[in-house]
């Protein structure tokens, strides 16, 4: 479990961080806390499958292809589902789900052949930095466009609003107009 729940994390980080130029279809429901959970789920069903193939001689080959038969169809079918409810829920989703495919596949694999010294603790560093990363950029949302803009000019049409105890002043100047450096 301990491969995959730290390969789930390191793909959670690397997805959230993608995710922040994305246009969210909802950014109430669609933010950095909810790809960083997807990150760690896919990390825990990568952590049982692995721990399912055990050590057969072709483990590599079967989480492998478990792996991909239990994720794809998976995310499409969560892909379509969401694209039904919010418009460009599938845009958003799968890029983000590739790279949670490829990163947890490759690295939970890779980790207990590379890194044999990886203990429970390790996994659980990498799930609270996945979780600090994940709510601290919940309000990271996507903006209308990435240029530098003026805020809109002001709705108030005409000369301001002349201030008490200056009214006075109107009757001194031909025309009614009023010079607030009078």
């Known amino acids: 479990m301990t491969p995959g729940l730290t390969a789930g994390s390191i793909a959670a980080i690397v997805a959230v961080l993608a995710s922040l130029p994305l246009r969210s279809p909802s950014d109430t429901l669609l933010n950095s806390a909810s790809v960083a959970l997807a990150g760690l789920l896919a990390g825990v069903v990568a952590g049982i499958i692995w721990?399912?193939?055990?050590?057969?001689?072709?483990?590599?080959?079967?989480?492998?292809?478990?792996?991909?038969?239990?994720f794809i169809p998976a995310a499409l079918a969560v892909a379509l589902i969401g694209q039904a409810q919010l418009d460009n829920f599938a845009?958003?989703?799968?890029?983000?789900?590739?790279?949670?495919?490829?990163?947890?596949?490759?690295?939970?694999?890779?980790?207990?052949?590379?890194?044999?010294?990886?203990?429970?603790?390790?996994?659980?560093?990498?799930?609270?930095?996945?979780?600090?990363?994940?709510?601290?950029?919940v309000g990271q949302s996507d903006q209308e466009s990435g240029e530098l803009q003026l805020p809109p000019p002001s709705?108030?049409?005409?000369?301001?609003?002349?201030?008490?105890?200056?009214?006075?002043?109107?009757?001194?100047?031909?025309?009614?107009?009023y010079s607030p450096y009078a």
């Open 155 to 177: 709705s108030q049409i005409g000369p301001p609003a002349i201030p008490p105890g200056r009214a006075e002043y109107l009757a001194e100047y031909p025309g009614g107009a």
């Open 51 to 70: 721990q399912i193939v055990g050590r057969s001689d072709r483990r590599y080959a079967y989480f492998g292809g478990a792996w991909a038969v239990i």
């Open 91 to 137: 845009a958003f989703a799968l890029p983000l789900a590739a790279i949670v495919f490829v990163v947890t596949g490759l690295l939970t694999a890779a980790l207990p052949r590379y890194c044999p010294w990886l203990k429970w603790w390790g996994a659980a560093i990498a799930v609270g930095l996945v979780i600090a990363a994940g709510l601290s950029l």
